[in-house]
């Protein structure tokens, strides 16, 4: 059986950069505004994510990673129907 290398975890979670964000999410954005995990998105390739701290996964949660590509307007991807 093949292993694969994910997800590949360089700190602890949420990393430091993820933390800083999560902070200042919590106080400034309302709380009507739910979260499921805490996942700041980086890039997504694929079916890779990679959040701001370097960590990998595999994304499971339907392209999240695209979704937020689509909010920031940081793929190519958005612009396509």
């Known amino acids: 059986m093949k292993k694969y290398p994910f997800p590949n975890i360089k700190t602890e979670l949420p990393g430091p950069l993820a933390k800083q964000v999560i902070d200042k999410?919590?106080?400034y954005v309302s709380p009507s505004y739910t979260r499921d995990?805490?996942?700041?998105?980086?890039?997504g390739?694929?079916?890779i994510l990679t959040d701001i701290d370097g960590n990998e996964f595999l994304d499971f949660c339907a392209g999240i990673h695209q979704l937020w590509?689509?909010?920031?307007g940081g793929s190519d991807q958005a612009?396509?129907?």
């Open 25 to 27: 999410d919590d106080k």
């Open 37 to 43: 995990y805490p996942c700041v998105a980086d890039q």
């Open 69 to 72: 590509s689509r909010i920031s």
């Open 79 to 81: 612009s396509t129907p």
């Open 45 to 47: 390739k694929g079916a």
